[in-house]
Each structure stands twice: as C-alpha cells, then as structure tokens.
C-alpha cells in the first residue's frame, strides 16, 4: 500500500511540477502575461553566455506591403507589423497585417497551419495595414475530440473578431456567426465612423475584453470610446463599459486602442483610456470628462468602475493613456504595496496602488500655461511626477548641428513658436510640443523583473508643433495642398479648427532639439530612484547610421528575463539587442530585416530557452522599410 501511495504521490507532485514548469514557459499574452510584466522567469540566457546567442530560424509570412502591392487590382497600403509572438500549446502563434494567422513550431519555425480571414485589405482607420497580432484562450475542463477547446483570436481593420481552433486552424462556429463577430453590429456607425481591432483582446478565464481603434484626428464628434466584454467560446456580450456618458455631444472617442492588464487574483482589469475628441481643441467639449486619457479599474465579471485617475485634464495634446499598466507588487519601507505603474506618452510614470488609485509616490498639480485661442479654455493645472523621475525630463533646447547646418533655421523657427514648458497648448502661431504624441514610452510600456524591483522603459524624445488653424484658412490650405495627411494636416471635422502637425526639423530632415532622440531608463521602484538612463539605438537615415550616442526614436518595449538581461528590439537601425539589466550595457545585438517595433516572446521549449522577434517595420522609422519577417533566437547546442 505504501509503494503505491508514494508512487501516486510522486505522480501528483510530477504534475504538479510540470503544470508549474510550463507555466513558466509560456508567453501567452501581448505582454507576456496579465499583469503585463513582460518578466521570464527563464536563467538558461544569461549576461555570460548571451554573446553565443545564435538565430535558430528564421521565417517570412509574404504578408507585407511597401505601399506598392497590387492585390485584386487594388493597391495595398503600407504594411505597419507590431505583432508579439504568443507561445502557448506548445505552439508559436502569429496574426499578420494581412489578417491571416500563423502557427509555427517554436524549435524549427516550420509552418504547422495557416488561417486567412480574407478580408479586404483596406486602410480604414490607420494609414497602413496594422496588427499587433492574436490574443489565446484555452477551456479549464479539456474535452476530448471537441473543437474549440482551445481558440486563437484575430482582430482586423474592419473591427471584425475571428476565433480559430487552435490545434487545427479552423474557424469555430459556435463562436458569433460561424465564427467572425462584427463590432460595428453592436455599434451601428455611419460609415465615416469605422472602428478597428488591432490590438488582440485581453483574455481572463472565460472572458474577453475588446476595445478598438477609430480615425484619428478626423472629426470633433466621434463613437464614444467602449469597452466589450464577451463570453470567450460564444461571442456573446456580457457587459460594455463607456468612458464618455452615452448623450455627450461635440465629443467622442476616450477609447481603449492599447493592451489592458488584468489582476487575476481580485478580478480587475485596468485599463488605459484614450483622449477625448478633438484632440487638439476642447473648446466645445469643456465639462470635465473624468475618464478622458486616465487609467481605469473595473470589475472585470461586471465592467462597474472600481476607480479612476485622470493623468491629463481637459487634453489637448492627443497624451493618449497609450499602454497597459504594469502590476507590481512594490516592496517599499518594509510593506508589500499592490501597485501599477502606468507609462505615458508626456513621459512620467504614474505609480498607484492598484486597488485604490491612491499615488504611492507624490502627484502634484502644478500650474501650467493658459490657451490663446478664443473658445478655448486650458485646465488651469496638470498632474506632475517628479519620482520616479519622467523619462522625458526636459525641453532639450535647439540642437547647435542642425542649426548650422541649416544657416540657423532652427534657432529662427524655435522664436516663431509658442513655448512656455510643459503642456503649453495649441496656439495658431504653433506651439512645441514635448514630448509630441509620439514621444514618451509609447504603446509597448515597462518591463518590471519583480525579484529585484527593477523597472525598464524605451522612451523617445520628440518635438512636435501643434498648430491650430481657424476652419476657413484650413479649407483653403487643404484644397490647394492635395493629400491633407501627407502636409501634416488634419481636419477635426466640426470643430471651429483644423491642425497642423511636425516635427520640428531642418529643410534636411535633421531634428532641431539636442540628442539623445531615444533612450532606455532603469528604475529601483522600492525608492523610485533612477537607476540608470543611457542612449539606446541609433538612427538609420538614407542608408547611414548615425552615431550610438545619439539614441533613436523606438517603438516596441522591452523583456526581462531573470537572468538579468534586457531583451529589445525597436529601434531604427533595425537591431535587436541584449542588454544587461545591473548597467544597462549592451552585451549581445543581431540585425534584422527593418526595425522590430514589437515586443519580443522570451519561452522555453524542449529545455531551449528562445527570443523571437517579429521585424515588420513602420512607416513612423522613415526610411527603414518593411518586412514580414519572424526570426528567433537561442544558443547553440
């Protein structure tokens, strides 16, 4: 009896182990988890051996446009990649910008089934084809010869949301109509208003949470910003969320186009809410609107608010709550305080206790500079976070090259231009913008290694002009220019201005602000002290590189493992890099097609630890190109 007892006990604990091991090795969120951590637990790659770090395989999709692509007789728009690899079924799982999804083999990349949803490739609310890839979901209870156990989820342009067996690739039909639910039919837009998903659901137990993208910068009214709830096997809705009141007129969007994270324990979701519409002009929509660009805690069962905190009143500078919040568990003065720290585009870090929305690190309201323009009324003061100090510090001033270069164009420009610091808002003359609604730590946000309390962001440094434009000028200045867009233009439909929007360059195409463009910061979140900030990347432009200490614009976040390595892509010179963590030095780079403006997958399969990146470029790095490629990462056996 003892024999058999120890031997199914020894089973038990076997599995047990194993369930717990693979835990460890999955990848299965954007994030890499809910908490959005991006952390791997995985040692196997460490800062002595990185530097054998071999490519294991690479693959292309064929799913990638440079703006030429005749498909159907119809030109297909730019293709933008920015998809994380999800590695879950002991499967590497890819949603493309061309809407089809990709299961890989994590060891070889060799193709095991491709799904296309055939949908139309149109750019409705983007200026190119866009995805951040899939979201997986698998049943607690396995049933055995059933479909549909397991599902991969595919958002398209179109706001269309595909579920796919995710052994077989093949659509599941109990889920909505055969398979596909269409937002727009809860929505019931005029065609104007399309909305997007390009950005995978976020997935807790049985349930996924939807928000969406719509056309920026277009119209004053706009499709009140919503979340979705859905039953994740069925499609059906369980509860939608609005950050603007249903009724609100002159107003729209404060939507959630980023990832959201999720506290699995207490069942809250947070999420990062958008700007209201106009984004450049609030004159009609003065009311407060407590949920425009601020971070939001729901109950995910219910979607009732828990709690929000408003990180920008009365925005004018489209600061977009851009990425999920980070959930740490921060030990500080001898308490373990459940805390998030949400990254934002005006570069502070807001760090609040999750549970409440108390700040655990001082939020002051300072006074900020008043609006100019007539109808407009600029909030008096703005939220300011001073530790952990903002990754975007201050104004870095007029760069001396480009302005000799320029027989000083830019010192002559900067003294035309409204600039009084900090959220100094639109004006008709131009104001700077810094950071612009580019800059900060953009939609990839942190990476937080919980063992040693440590947070990492890429931040990039850019200075926008934000120029208002009274209606009739800008008809006339958009009728003459041809493509609105392509002069920076935007209309804002309905409001008494349309906008103009630049970065603040030389006629040849040098930024006019002081260097680093980009940089990489790491903070002790116990004291919120600045660990270290170096330059990261380097800018690749008309077939140069320019020098290291100059940094780059990014776009992607990085990955921790517990090593003690930074993993990261992002930059513009189309390099992924390790980096190690106590110094921020890079010990380990490889070249890829063009930037990886993505967050990299860091797992383990068959005891081979792997780092895959998808390298798809964006239009955003200007000359760098695009790609559809997959390439991953391990050392040599």
Not at 158 to 171: E, N
Not at 449 to 458: K, M, T
Request: proline share 7%; with cysteine; aromatic share 12%.
């Amino acid at each position: 009896m003892t024999f058999y007892l120890k031997h199914i006990l020894y089973a038990v604990l076997l599995v047990g182990f194993n369930a717990f091991a693979n835990s460890d090795n999955q990848w299965d969120t954007f994030n890499g988890d809910l908490e959005a951590t991006k952390y791997s637990p995985l040692k196997q790659i460490n800062p002595e051996n990185v530097s054998n770090l071999k490519e294991a395989w690479s693959v292309r999709t064929g799913d990638v446009s440079d703006g030429t692509l005749i498909r159907n007789g119809k030109t297909v728009p730019m293709s933008a990649w920015s998809a994380t690899p999800i590695f879950a079924n002991d499967t590497l799982y890819l949603g493309t910008p061309f809407y089809r999804i990709f299961a890989l083999e994590p060891d070889t990349g060799k193709v095991k089934w491709i799904f296309d949803s055939e949908e139309q490739l149109e750019a409705l609310t983007q200026p190119e084809m866009k995805s951040r890839g899939v979201a997986y979901w698998e049943s607690e209870n396995i049933k055995k010869d059933t479909p549909c156990q397991k599902i991969v989820y595919l958002g398209t342009m179109k706001a269309k949301l595909f579920a796919v067996d995710a052994d077989t690739g093949k659509k599941c039909e109990g889920f909505a109509n055969e398979g596909v639910l269409d937002i727009n039919d809860w929505y019931n837009l005029p065609l104007k208003y399309p909305l997007s998903l390009l950005q995978p659901p976020t997935v807790y137990k049985n349930i996924l949470v939807i928000g969406w993208a719509g056309k920026d910068w277009a119209y004053q009214e706009a499709p009140l910003g919503t979340i979705f709830a859905i039953d994740s096997q069925t499609g059906e809705k369980l509860w939608e969320f609005f950050a603007i009141p249903p009724g609100t007129k002159h107003t729209g969007t404060a939507n959630v186009w980023a990832s959201m994270s999720v506290d699995p324990e207490k069942g809250i979701l947070y999420a990062p809410i958008s700007s209201p519409s106009p984004n450049f002009y609030g004159g009609d929509r003065l009311e407060s609107l407590p949920l425009g660009t601020s971070v939001a805690a729901l109950d995910i069962k219910t979607g009732e608010l828990i709690w929000s905190y408003q990180l920008v009143h009365h925005d004018l500078w489209d600061y977009d709550t851009n990425a999920a919040p980070t959930l740490i568990d921060l030990k500080k003065d001898n308490k373990t305080i459940p805390a998030l720290v949400q990254t934002t585009k005006q570069g502070f870090m807001y760090v609040l206790n999750r549970y409440t929305g108390k700040p655990v690190y001082p939020i002051e309201e300072l006074e900020v500079p008043p609006s100019t323009v007539p109808g407009e009324k600029a909030s008096k003061t703005q939220p300011f976070v001073s530790v952990p100090k903002p990754t975007n510090d201050k104004f870095p001033g007029v760069w001396e090259l480009a302005d000799i270069v320029s027989l000083g164009y830019c010192s002559k420009k900067f003294k035309t231009l409204r600039y009084d610091g900090r959220f100094t808002p639109p004006s008709f003359e131009g104001s700077i913008a810094f950071p612009g609604t580019g800059g900060g730590v953009e939609w990839g946000g942190g990476a937080f290694d919980p063992e040693n309390q440590i947070f990492v962001a890429n931040n990039s440094n850019t200075v926008q002009i934000q120029k208002l434009i009274p209606r009739e000028e800008y008809n006339k200045l958009t009728k003459s220019s041809g493509s609105e867009a392509a002069g920076g233009f935007f209309p804002q439909e309905g409001a008494p201005y349309g906008v103009q929007l630049s970065f603040f360059m030389n006629p040849f195409g040098m930024p006019c602000w002081k260097p680093p463009f980009g940089e990489l910061s790491a903070y002790n979140m116990s004291t919120g002290k600045l660990l270290w900030r170096k330059p990261f990347g380097a800018i690749q432009y008309m077939g140069f590189y320019l020098p290291e200490k100059w940094g780059s614009i990014t776009i992607g976040a990085p990955a921790i493992t517990a090593s003690g390595l930074i993993f990261i892509g992002g930059s513009m010179d189309s390099y992924v890099r390790a980096i190690d963590l106590k110094n921020g030095n890079v010990v380990w780079k490889a070249r890829v097609d063009v930037p990886a403006v993505s967050n990299p997958a860091i797992f383990s399969y068959k005891n081979k630890q792997y780092v895959v990146f998808t390298a798809g470029g964006n239009a955003i790095l200007t000359g760098t190109g695009v790609s559809d490629q997959v390439v991953a990462f391990a050392l040599e056996d």
